[in-house]
């Protein structure tokens, strides 16, 4: 039996749409509904009303997340828009081996983030490499506490974020690249620019929109960020938990038996908030500068 033409298009569509459903729209609304509630992870809990919302701004931690996740996110944002467009600029060009070392700068955004975080945990342990180098060239005569300052963890775990994050980007870049005119750069420099003035007054503009890309994935990225704190930190997030981001301290309030599920969810639309405010505020501004 055949179906009509009109039901055709919705077959293809069903699998993606039940995905999307289960997956996606039920647990964000699953999350609204308990946000208004006080339930915990053994108990369906009671309607609350604004409670957990008001207990948000009274909630010193809330605020250190948010100011931490805020921090993150001003500093790793535009590293990874612009240190990924100047390496993809240095591996562009056909050159023998080249393939090679795009694969190298590749290589950690296939690790696991939790082997990545081990790696750079030894590195940057009181006896590990970074410390003993450090003193080595006399550089320090103390180790330095990476992993034990809270701002010092907090940046550190930026840095892994960024590292792990060049190599992605840098791919996204060379798409861009391959899409600017190489008449522009040939004029650019028959008019005698150099490689700086042509990669400012040719390039630049010419990847100006994936620049953008890059700042929103990164930001939403890092307003997400869990696994760097987590591991590097041991499951503490530092001194105090003085590095904690908001995914790490809701995963902290909802966790366990006793977790606080119904806390745990308002504290993640407010995330979610945080997030698409952001997001629409990155976007005008795109706009408003798209010529």
């Known amino acids: 039996m055949r179906l009509p033409q009109r039901l055709s298009p919705w077959m293809f569509l069903a699998p993606a749409l039940i995905i999307a459903v289960l997956f996606h729209l039920w647990p964000f609304i699953n999350t609204l509904v308990l946000s208004f509630t006080d339930a915990r992870a053994l108990g369906g809990g009671s309607?609350?009303?604004?409670?957990?919302?008001?207990r948000l701004l009274e909630?010193?931690?809330?605020?250190?997340?948010?100011?931490n996740t805020v921090l993150y996110m001003?500093?790793?944002?535009?590293?990874?828009?612009?240190?990924p467009l100047l390496l993809a600029v240095l591996v562009q060009p056909k050159l023998p081996a080249i393939g090679f070392f795009r694969s190298v700068y590749y290589s950690p955004v296939?690790?696991?983030?939790?082997?990545?975080?081990?790696?750079?945990t030894w590195l940057l342990a009181s006896d590990g490499m970074v410390n003993q180098l450090l003193q080595a060239l006399r550089i320090v005569q103390e180790p330095l506490p990476f992993l034990t300052d809270a701002s010092l963890l907090l940046f550190c775990c930026m840095l892994?974020?960024?590292?792990?994050?060049?190599?992605?980007?840098m791919?996204?870049?060379?798409?861009?690249?391959g899409n600017v005119s190489k008449d522009c750069h040939e004029a650019a420099q028959v008019d005698g620019a150099g490689p700086v003035r042509r990669f400012w007054s040719v390039t630049v503009p010419g990847v100006r929109p994936t620049m953008f890309l890059v700042g929103l994935l990164g930001a939403i990225a890092a307003?997400?960020?869990?696994?760097?704190?987590?591991?590097?930190?041991?499951?503490?997030?530092?001194?105090?938990?003085?590095?904690?981001t908001l995914v790490y301290t809701i995963r902290e309030v909802g966790l366990g038996l006793g977790g606080e599920v119904g806390y745990a969810s308002a504290m993640s639309l407010a995330l979610f908030v945080l997030t698409i405010g952001f997001s629409v505020g990155y976007l005008r501004a795109q706009k408003a500068e798209t010529p």
């Open 171 to 177: 791919v996204v870049y060379l798409a861009a690249l």
């Open 160 to 169: 892994v974020t960024v590292w792990k994050g060049l190599g992605y980007y």
């Open 110 to 120: 296939v690790a696991s983030m939790v082997v990545v975080g081990l790696i750079w």
């Open 59 to 67: 909630d010193p931690n809330f605020w250190l997340a948010t100011r």
């Open 223 to 244: 307003m997400k960020v869990f696994a760097e704190v987590f591991v590097m930190s041991y499951g503490t997030a530092g001194p105090g938990g003085q590095a904690r």
């Open 47 to 54: 309607f609350v009303g604004l409670e957990n919302y008001g």
């Open 74 to 83: 001003v500093v790793v944002v535009p590293l990874l828009v612009v240190l």
